[in-house]
Every structure is written in structure tokens, then in C-alpha cells.
């Protein structure tokens, strides 16, 4: 049925729960659960009034039409950014169960999910604008309700504690700023990038699947300094994921696109230069089955390189008793192995050098320098991983028939 309004003092007694469960739309006026929780169970949901007083409100989509998080557009079972303001509560849930969901332009304030903010499912998940995050709780995003916490190694149980996928797609202004908040992501795939980045895992999906593509992804994107992982095509100058601890949970690969120009390393931003200890946490399945991660950024204030040293100080990949939980090799921290950088370092992005010629005879200056950037590939390491790329070379001058002195030999 269709609920208009529920009275002040909705949950009764302290700490007496509100249940509503409709089997078309909810409509709900203002709630005051004092302290108990709140539930709503619908195939769509419209909050006209406050929910406030419950220790925890969750929102579960009992259809089959897609979830919407954010933005101010209805489609299908949505909560937009001005009906999450109304909610009042520590924690707040949204579970879209299997359906795919769709997140938009949200400004989270400090008190809707002060401590924990969950977006639930196990379908896919796009990313399709900016969610901004007032508080220092935990933004908690795909999987199952249970179970609370990453498995630890490798990510025992069914799939179900994760999403199918996550896609923040850059070209939309997609973005996570939690610059005080614990980033909980748990999805079998997940991609921060551009067209490029996108098509280039659609391309190795199309060559290997099951495990063996997070080996292909290894192999022909993350080791590789001259895939779209390295180098975006219009870079940007700020960070599109901001968190104090970044969680990452993931089966297949976990792909997070450098974001900045040539020679610089920008994309995820976790910690401050303040900020000391563990920011950066990694769940996978160990070395077997295959993983694959790659990120470009900086860890409690540290860039380049001198990111991917913070090992154990900062990031952890690792069981106390020292079992990785990643495919070590298969994963780079701005182009560095994550956990040991002396194993190699990739560098890309080296500004190509503008050549100047003089022909002597007519003292008129040539200068050749690329239409487009023109990356020059390398890397370094102890064990010598990459070749250098091909060097440009400067085109035969043009010589005019019977021209001395003229030729790629002077002749």
C-alpha cells in the first residue's frame, strides 16, 4: 500500500522498530523512531518529511527496476540527494539487493550515516558523478549485509559479499571525496577511468575470462607504462577519490587510472601529510587465482614513487602471519610492485625532448616537436622489466633537385 504520513513518536516505546513494507511504493511523511530502527521495504520509495531518532534506517529495493543513489532524477527506486538529507541516523543503508545501481551527484552531510553509510548489492555499480562525504565514518560500497568486514585471505564464500562490478567513469566528473572517511569498496571489478581504460579491459575481456583475465590485465595494462592505466588522455589536476583509509576488496582486478600529466602521478589521495599508520588496505584471492591492481597516487602526504616505499607502514596487503593477499606481481602502486619496489618501477610520461635544426645556407630555424604528446617509455628496477620504446627520430629534410649538400649523410 501507499503510506502518506506516520505520526511523531512512529517507533513507540525507546527502542521499539518501524517495519514498512509495500509492495508497490512507499510515500513516508515525518518518522521519529527514538531510538529504535527504521526498515523500509519497497518497489519504489519517495521520503516527503524527516527520519530521524532511529539508531539505524535502511532502504531495501524489493523490485527489479534499477537503484538510484543521488542526483535529483526519479527513475526507478530512488533516494535523491535532497530526500538523504532528511535522514537523521549513525547508520543508514541502501540495498539494492541484485539490481544495478546507478550513483549521482551527492552531497553526504555529517549526520545522515555519521558512522556508517552502506550502498548494498551484488550487480553492477556506476559511479556517474560526485559524492562528497561530510563525516569521518565509513562509506561502504557493494556486497551483502553480511559479512561486516573483508574476508581475509583469500575472500572465502560466495560472491555475494561483493558487487559484480564497480565503474567510476571519469568522463561524467565521477568522484569520491571522503578526505576523513573510511573508503569500504568490495566489488569483483573495479575500474576508476576514462573511455580508454575502459575499452582497454573490454579488449583483454574479449581475449581470456575467469581468472585468466586478471593475468591478461596484468600482463597488457597494469605492467604495461604505455597502456590508458598510465596515461589518460586529458589529464586533470585533482584528485577524483579522496579517503582518510581506502579498503579494497576485490576478486578480479582493481584498476584506479593516473590522472595526471606527463611525469606526475595523481588519482587517489589517501591520508594527509598529517596522517600516519595504515591508509591504503588490499583483500583479494592471494596469489592463486590471479589478481591484478593498479593505482596512481599519494599515501599520507608521499607521491611518485616514494608512495609505493610506505609499504607496510601504510599500506597493508598482508595476514599478521605475513601470507600476501594479492598477486604481488601483478600489482603496482604508481608503477611501483606494491610491497617491493625494488622488484620494479615503471616510469612513463617523460616530456619528449623539442630538437631545433638550422639550415646553414638559407639561416632558417626548423623546429620539430610532436602535434601530441608522444610518451617515452621506460622503466627500472633490479630486474630490468620493460626495454626502452623507440626513440623519435627527425625526418629527412626535404632537398631541392640538385640541392647540395643535402641528405640524411650531408651528401
Known amino acids: 500500500g501507499t503510506l502518506e ?7 513507540g516505546l525507546a527502542g521499539n522498530d ?10 513516508l511523511g515525518t518518522i521519529n523512531a527514538r531510538l529504535g530502527a527504521v526498515t523500509v521495504s519497497a518497489v519504489a520509495v519517495e521520503l516527503l518529511s524527516a527520519v530521524s531518532g532511529a539508531t539505524q534506517v535502511s532502504f531495501t529495493n524489493t523490485g527489479s527496476s534499477a537503484t538510484r543513489v543521488g542526483g535529483e532524477t526519479e527513475s526507478g527506486f530512488t533516494l535523491r540527494d535532497s530526500e538523504l538529507r532528511r535522514v537523521s541516523s549513525p547508520v543508514v543503508t541502501i540495498d539494492a539487493r541484485a539490481t544495478t545501481v546507478g550513483i549521482s551527484n551527492t552531497d553526504l552531510q555529517s549526520a545522515t550515516g555519521s558512522e556508517r553509510f552502506e550502498i548494498l548489492g551484488t550487480g553492477s555499480f556506476s559511479l556517474e558523478g560526485r559524492f562528497a562525504v561530510a563525516g569521518a565514518g565509513v562509506l561502504r560500497i557493494g556486497g551483502t549485509a553480511a559479512p561486516s568486514a573483508p574476508a581475509g585471505l583469500p575472500l572465502t564464500g560466495a560472491s555475494g559479499s561483493r558487487a559484480q562490478q564497480f565503474i567510476g567513469r571519469l568522463a561524467n566528473q565521477a568522484a569520491i571525496l571522503a578526505p576523513r572517511a573510511t573508503l569500504d569498496l568490495r566489488a569483483n571489478e573495479i575500474m576508476f577511468g576514462d573511455a580508454d581504460l575502459l575499452a582497454a ?12 583475465l586478471a593475468g591478461r590485465i596484468a600482463d597488457s595494462i597494469v605492467s604495461n607504462p604505455a597502456s590508458a592505466l598510465y596515461q589518460r588522455r586529458a589529464p586533470a589536476t585533482d584528485a577524483y577519490l579522496q579517503a582518510g583509509v581506502l579498503r579494497v576488496s576485490y576478486e578480479g582486478f582493481a584498476l584506479f587510472q593516473n590522472n595526471a600529466g606527463s611525469g606526475l602521478f595523481r588519482g587517489v589521495a589517501l591520508g594527509n601529510a598529517a596522517t600516519s599508520g595504515v591508509v591504503l588496505e588490499l583483500f583479494s584471492t592471494g596469489s592463486t587465482p590471479p589478481n591484478s591492481f593498479g593505482m596512481f597516487g599519494s599515501i599520507n602526504g608521499a607521491e611518485g614513487q616514494a608512495a609505493a616505499l610506505r609499504t607496510d607502514s601504510a599500506i597493508l596487503y598482508r595476514t599478521q602471519n605475513g601470507v600476501s593477499r594479492i598477486t604481488q606481481l601483478n600489482s603496482r602502486l604508481n608503477g611501483c610492485v606494491v610491497g617491493a619496489p625494488e622488484l620494479g618501477c615503471l616510469v612513463t610520461n617523460i616530456p619528449t625532448p623539442v630538437l631545433k635544426a638550422m639550415e646553414e645556407r638559407q639561416g632558417v630555424l626548423l623546429e620539430l616537436k610532436p602535434a601530441s604528446p608522444s610518451p617515452f617509455d621506460a622503466s627500472f628496477g633490479t630486474n630490468n622489466e620493460a626495454l626502452t620504446g623507440s626513440l623519435g627520430r627527425m625526418p629527412a629534410p626535404v632537398c631541392a633537385p640538385g640541392q647540395a649538400n643535402c641528405g640524411p649523410n650531408g651528401d
Open 18 to 27: 518501524v517495519r514498512i513494507t509495500s509492495s508497490t511504493s512507499a510515500r
Open 5 to 11: 504520513t506516520l505520526a511523531q513518536n512512529a517507533g
Open 201 to 212: 579491459v573490454d579488449s583483454a575481456r574479449a581475449l581470456a575470462s575467469g581468472s585468466a
